[in-house]
């Protein structure tokens, strides 16, 4: 007869072999996919939070996803076919610091290039054997303050490691530099902030033993006047510049460990409420509504204030009222109970474009062309986007009116 302790075994087994069969028959849980970005300005923080990867499809209304792996990711699919003579479809990429208020963990940045260390980065990439123009690039930003919100305003540098077939950076060629054990063209030019190219002679996608040293492009940059000391490193961000097609290109493993010294950023002032000074003269009664430009984004008045200089950008569109604009016969275009101006009154390419009480000054006169232009009566130059940036929150300038085609980011859709 079996005893107690016996039975109880017995059943103990029992129950052990039904919990495996249980478990066994139990079919494992799929691993997690990676995360596919499609939308124009999807991103996600990967590496908890240490670096960023972003769609960033800022220039075409082209389809474009990327597939996130790690501290990297891979085009998926890139339906491009922009003009290799204007702007590239967008910069999906990687980064570490600040960008557009998106901020990463650790990072170091901003930081003043005057306190610049070793600062040095590495990445793994891999191209398509056939296909595309493209470039494999850097880009680094830089700004006058610590900012870590909106457009940076000081200097944009770019180090192109490898490209395949017709693209040109920003502006033109200005001479050669020895930097990295490699031999680089150096172009400058400027869209309302300054840009510097460095372009490799003989292109490499092998970076990941390069070990970049960014301080030596850095202080190149800052000999030919192109960055101050005193300005700030706000991100550094790795990816491609597709103009056409695009799939297949990967980058790996980015990595950027600052060395330098640089406090972590404070918590951004509260904004002190600004009076709204009357106008100096009434702008006159017209058509009313918003102005719709690049990436259907709306003209908007920065932060809603309508003190004389506030900035005008472009912002996502919302139907506040500093989005809304009154268009009047005489050419005054106003929002806010002021005018749409040039600051300080200036004519030169890249003047901001700004708020004043209403005078009707040559430079607060604006006229509408059949193309879409919104051209200036006091400088002859058009309401520009700077830099064909599409994120909101870009500032906007006037500029020259591209004389052989139209350009989004100088079209505009009047109420």
């Not at 995360?35 to 590496?47: A, K, N």
């Not at 951004?268 to 102005?291: K, M, V």
């Not at 200089?309 to 569109?317: E, N």
């Not at 030169?348 to 051209?375: F, H, I, K, M």
Request: proline letters at 7%.
């Amino acid at each position: 007869m079996a005893s107690r302790r016996g039975t109880t075994v017995m059943a103990r087994w029992w129950c052990l072999v039904l919990a495996v069969a249980a478990a066994l028959a139990v079919p494992a849980a799929p691993a997690t996919a990676a995360p596919e970005l499609c939308g124009q300005f999807d991103s996600t923080r990967v590496d908890e939070g240490r670096a960023v990867v972003q769609n960033n499809r800022w220039g075409a209304g082209t389809a474009q996803c990327i597939d996130v792996q790690g501290r990297g990711f891979t085009i998926t699919r890139a339906d491009h076919d922009n003009s290799t003579s204007g702007a590239p479809a967008g910069y999906p990429s990687v980064f570490e610091g600040c960008h557009y208020a998106i901020c990463t963990a650790d990072s170091g940045l901003p930081l003043q290039v005057s306190a610049f260390g070793d600062l040095r980065s590495s990445v793994a990439v891999s191209v398509p054997p056939s296909g595309g123009e493209y470039n494999v690039a850097y880009d680094l930003w830089f700004d006058p303050t610590r900012r870590t919100d909106g457009q940076n305003t000081g200097a944009e540098l770019m180090i192109w490691l490898d490209r395949r077939g017709r693209p040109q950076p920003v502006g033109s060629r200005v001479g050669s530099a020895t930097i990295a054990g490699a031999t680089w063209d150096v172009w400058v030019g400027n869209i309302g902030w300054n840009v510097i190219s460095f372009v490799r002679t003989t292109g490499t996608s092998a970076v990941r033993d390069l070990d970049l040293d960014l301080t030596a492009f850095t202080r190149e940059a800052v000999r030919r006047g192109q960055i101050s000391p005193s300005w700030y490193l706000t991100s550094v961000q790795f990816g491609f510049e597709p103009w056409v097609g695009g799939a297949g290109l990967a980058a790996r493993d980015f990595t950027f460990p600052t060395s330098g010294s640089a406090p972590a950023p404070g918590p951004a002032p509260a904004p002190t409420p600004s009076p709204r000074p009357q106008p100096t003269a009434p702008a006159p009664q017209g058509r009313t509504g918003r102005i719709v430009g690049l990436a259907g984004r709306c003209l908007d008045v920065a932060g809603a204030r309508s003190a004389d200089g506030t900035p005008i950008i472009i912002w996502d569109c919302h139907g506040g009222a500093n989005q809304r604009w009154t268009v009047t016969p005489g050419g005054s275009i106003s929002s806010l109970g002021r005018c749409l101006a040039t600051e300080g009154g200036g004519t030169a390419n890249g003047t901001r474009v700004v708020l004043r009480g209403c005078d009707g000054s040559a430079t607060q006169r604006w006229e509408a062309q059949p193309n879409g232009n919104l051209r200036n009566a006091g400088s002859g130059k058009v309401l520009d986007v700077a830099g064909y940036e599409g994120r909101p929150g870009t500032p906007t300038q006037i500029w020259d009116a591209n004389g052989w085609t139209t350009q989004a980011n100088q079209v505009w859709r009047l109420p």
